[in-house]
Structures are given as structure tokens and as C-alpha cells.
């Protein structure tokens, strides 16, 4: 017999629907966080193209900070579940 | 500490970005870029400094998305290994 690497239970194409929307999540995760921590972190003057050192140290906290409310809303919502990631 | 993660971001191979870049959502940047540039409408033209800061919209909000991209990237295998 073949090794199988899905969970027993779910079939090829279960496993394959969940990775599809595993993945359109992320790319959505991503976007609403480079969304967000621009608006919070960018100067929207654009005297220049390149991004200061203050932006670029705002860009990476908002980003684990972002992480981090996103865990925590997804651990709620999941009812103390497992974390979703 | 800052001047590595510059480092790190000029040298990213050219898979990585292709990859970054096809994420990027265009529509966002497009809209975002005329959002906050361009305010004038009494001619049909764009003017130049409204061109001017559409560039630099475009190169701030790519080089923002990047750095993202590699902190985003660094998030996720963290949370893989807290698991």
C-alpha cells in the first residue's frame, strides 16, 4: 500500500480545497498587513522614493505587532482552539 | 541592525521577488497612488508633480511591500515552529 500523507479521514481533494483556501488566506493576510502598517508607517507626502530609517523600523513592528492581534483574534474565534497557524 | 535587513532586501534572489511582486496587489497600489496624489481636475492632463508623486508612490509602496513580504515570511516560520 501506497504511503499516505493526509490525515485519515479526508480525501485527496479535501486536503487539496483546504491548501486553496489556507493559501488565499495568506495572500489576504498579507495584503491587509502591508495595507495597514502603510497607512500607519508611511508618510504620505512622498518627498522621496526610498523609505527612512523611522519608517522602516514602524514597518516591522507593525508587522509583528499586526501578527500578533491576528493570532489573537484567531485563538478567540476558534473557541481556545488550536492556534490557527 | 537596520543596515542588515537593507542588506537582505537588495539581495533577495530574483525568485523571491517575482514571487513578492505577483502577491503585490496592483489594484491597491494603483488606487492608493492616484488617491494620494492626484487632487486636481481642472485639466485632463496629469501634471508633473502629480507624475512625480505617482513614481514615488509606486517605488515607496513596492520597497514598503517587500520589506513586508520578508518580515511576513519570518512571522510565518516562527508561528511553524511554535507549533
Known sequence: MAANTTPAGIDKEQAFGMAETEMEYRVELFNRLGQTCFNKCVDKRYKESELNMGENSCIDRCASKYWQVNSMIGQMLSAGGRPPM | MDKNMLAGLEGLPEEDKARMSSMIDHLQLRDRCFNDCV???TRKALQKQEETCVMRCAEKFL????RVGLRFAELNSQAATQD
Open chain 2, 39 to 41: 487632487d486636481n481636475f
Open chain 2, 63 to 66: 520597497k514598503h511591500s517587500m
